[in-house]
């Protein structure tokens, strides 16, 4: 299999990457583990908060966001990891069966000043459920350059 | 339990949100399951990559760090949720057997213009290893007011 290096990717493209449904089991186990507010473990508790139901962590959207992300295109790719996330927006609650799916938009690439075999590519994760979008993440993964020091 | 609100937090203020020892198990399986990237699952990768070694996902460090931040001081708190993250930077591969420390400093507190009953409490989380910082997370828990409306 050819690898995407830095070279590949282009402003504006959009990668597909696949979807997941999020289970009830699923979004309390990851309560229970990280983030045990009561409106990510029960039901009544959900009601009674913003998100109108029992919902989902945003940091378990987040992650949920890497697998698409990392399935759908970075385990096919010059990949040599992540240094910071730019943004994270939790638009709309993320509740039991919903089919999350993620679309990769590129949003700028840069070659890195200091290091002729990398370069940094920006991304827009648009997280979506069954009707609208749901989540907003944008980070920056650096990438091998399949021509380093190329201009 | 006097529940933190809104009107108890200033800028500048500090809390100590305590600590977690990651296991490698701990980083294995949760690469395993939102982020399967070579350097997160196995020594020998680690090595190869930039991290230097098996390291843990930077969105695992985020989750621990909420978990954190739950135990330490948005569970004592009036939380409303929350709903945006303005930066998350991963400045050191984080190991297995590091002991995780979260200090979340506020950053700046702002009322709702069209919410009286809740106003917008900006942290940055500083998480540690043993030794120094490993990542910085700054975010915006929604607090509810403890006098809806006052100045």
Chains 1, 2 share one sequence.
Not at 41 to 70: P, Y
Not at 126 to 141: C, G, H, K
Request: proline share 5%.
């Amino acid at each position: 299999m050819t690898l995407l290096h830095f070279e590949d990717f282009r402003a504006g493209q959009v990668y597909d990457c696949g979807a997941h449904e999020i289970t009830k089991d699923e979004i309390v186990d990851f309560a229970r583990a990280f983030d045990p507010q009561p409106q990510h473990l029960d039901e009544d508790a959900g009601q009674r908060s913003l998100l109108g139901g029992l919902a989902a962590s945003g940091w378990q959207v987040c992650a949920i966001g890497m697998r698409l992300f990392a399935d759908g295109l970075i385990l096919k790719s010059a990949n040599k990891g992540g240094s910071r996330v730019q943004e994270c927006r939790w638009m709309k609650p993320v509740k039991p069966g919903d089919r999350l799916r993620l679309d990769a938009h590129v949003v700028e690439t840069n070659i890195s000043r200091s290091r002729p075999d990398v370069g940094f590519v920006t991304f827009e994760w648009r997280i979506y459920n069954q009707v609208e979008q749901v989540a907003s993440v944008i980070l920056t993964p650096i990438l091998g350059r399949r021509e380093p020091g190329g201009a």
